[in-house]
């Protein structure tokens, strides 16, 4: 995906854009590559093919969810930082949290946060399970894009969003009726389930998202192992 059609399917997706946001993002797609060269961030390196499969694929996510509308995102597992730090460039407005468990990730992430003069951006080296006890019911949405698979995710992230704010997740295909017995006891409920294609590639995409009904019983998110062991 050339610049040109990116930014033709990005004011399709209804995102208004400014030149210094598309300069931030092509900074990052610098940073992204230079780094990649020192530590392994993604597998994807081709110009175009991170235009289209990183930062056109974050973009997506306002098909189910209005981001001028959200103060604070986390978004969990967010390795080389998609999608939080491509909804950062194009919403600055929002307070975002990035979480990873590897810490040369975590570091590339300052990194680029220093770099692209992002402001109200929290980089946290922290398992999901672990930071979610101590941060529960704190951000409006939580994000996770190939993370995990749904039951899995929604013990991570669901403990995270505030009563009526939303968990999206973003995945390949991905079966719903999985999830059931997870989201009554993590207190979810789906209100979307938005399929479509990837422009041009026409690989399968899913954004699941979950509002919150009630507060989670603090006896979740459970211990990694147990979490392993036994998915909800
Ligand atoms: N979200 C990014 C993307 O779409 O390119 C990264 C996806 S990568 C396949 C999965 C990331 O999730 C890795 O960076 C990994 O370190 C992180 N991760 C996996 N389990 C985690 C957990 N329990 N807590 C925090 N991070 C986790």
């Keep these: 995906m050339n610049l040109d ?3 033709d399917e990005v004011s399709k997706l209804g995102i208004k854009y400014t030149d210094d946001m598309l300069e931030k ?3 990052y797609y610098e940073l992204l590559i230079s780094y990649n060269e020192k530590m392994n961030l993604t597998a994807i390196t081709e110009k175009e093919d991170v235009y289209l ?5 974050s973009l997506t996510i306002v098909k189910v969810i209005d981001l001028n509308s959200i103060n604070s995102v986390c978004d969990i597992g967010t390795g080389a930082g998609f999608p939080g730090i491509v909804l950062k460039i194009f919403f600055p407005n929002i307070e975002l949290t990035l979480v990873d468990a590897l810490n040369k ?6 990194t680029t946060v220093l770099k692209l003069n992002l402001t109200n951006v929290t980089c946290v080296h922290a398992r999901a399970e672990e930071y979610a006890l101590k941060n529960r019911e704190k951000f409006d949405l939580v994000t996770a894009r190939a993370v995990a ?8 992230c669901l403990p995270l969003v505030k009563v009526s704010g939303y968990f ?7 079966d719903i009726s999985l999830a059931g017995n997870a989201l009554n006891k993590l207190s979810g409920e789906i209100d979307i389930n938005n399929k479509f294609l990837l422009p041009f590639e026409n690989s399968n995409r899913t954004l699941i998202r979950v ?3 009630n507060k989670t019983d603090k006896k979740f998110p459970r211990k990694f192992s147990e979490i392993k062991k036994r998915p909800l």
């Design 105 to 110: 990730r975590i570091n590339f992430l300052e």
């Design 149 to 156: 698979s749904l039951p899995v995710l929604l013990e991570y």
């Design 168 to 174: 999206v997740a973003m995945k390949g295909s991905e």
């Design 25 to 27: 993002l092509e900074k």
């Design 211 to 213: 509002k919150k009904i």
């Design 53 to 57: 499969k990183h930062f056109y694929d």
């Design 5 to 7: 059609v990116f930014k």
